[in-house]
């Protein structure tokens, strides 16, 4: 069966004011790596990954040798080698103070908000990552909020009434997507 929710054409991906800027994601699981990537590439961005916060110090001095330097940076909070506030403090004191630094984590952050924001974090996002959090998370470190014409489509689509059926083995996820859906009409 067709299943449709909105009628209108998907949004443009793309940032033009991001457009071929560097960014590095640091974060040890290649398919995370692999998929952030990937959406900052549809961003329009010139997007690498490594699997270590070590090298992503390295990689950061590289570039700021060669003054082809990282415009965002999308670290996760628990790296084997360092911790990902760690990591950001040591961006900060390499790279200055401009590029923003958003911290990925599958845990509350709250308890480490303080000292991340202390250490130059400028956002966090939880993981699993997607597009639209990864854009949101871009449009307000790179304060470029308000600056998109008009809100994505799927914000103004009404599904008041509407009928879903919620599949989800797992009773935690399912109580919190019910509460979800229930809020959204």
């Not at 457009?19 to 994601?25: M, T």
């Not at 040798?65 to 415009?71: C, E, F, P, V």
């Not at 999308?74 to 990591?87: A, R, T």
């Not at 401009?98 to 130059?120: C, F, N, Q, R």
Request: with cysteine.
């Amino acid at each position: 069966f067709t299943f449709r929710l909105c009628s209108k054409e998907d949004e443009p991906r793309d940032l033009p004011e991001l457009k071929g800027l560097r960014a590095l994601v640091v974060d040890d699981d290649f398919n995370t790596c692999d998929s952030v990537t990937y959406m900052l590439s549809q961003i329009g961005m010139r997007a690498e990954w490594t699997l270590s916060g070590k090298e992503a110090l390295l990689r950061t001095h590289q570039a700021v040798t060669r003054g082809d330097i990282y415009t965002v940076y999308v670290i996760d909070w628990m790296l084997p080698d360092m911790n990902g506030v760690e990591v950001a403090r040591r961006i900060r004191k390499e790279a200055g103070e401009e590029a923003p630094i958003i911290v990925l984590t599958s845990y509350d952050w709250s308890d480490i908000e303080e000292e991340a924001k202390a250490a130059g974090v400028t956002a966090f996002c939880a993981k699993p990552l997607f597009m639209s959090d990864l854009k949101a998370a871009l449009l307000a470190a790179n304060n470029l909020l308000g600056k998109e014409a008009e809100p994505p489509a799927w914000t103004l689509a009404d599904f008041s009434g509407k009928r879903v059926l919620l599949v989800e083995d797992i009773e935690l996820n399912r109580e919190i997507a019910e509460v979800i859906l229930t809020e959204s009409g």
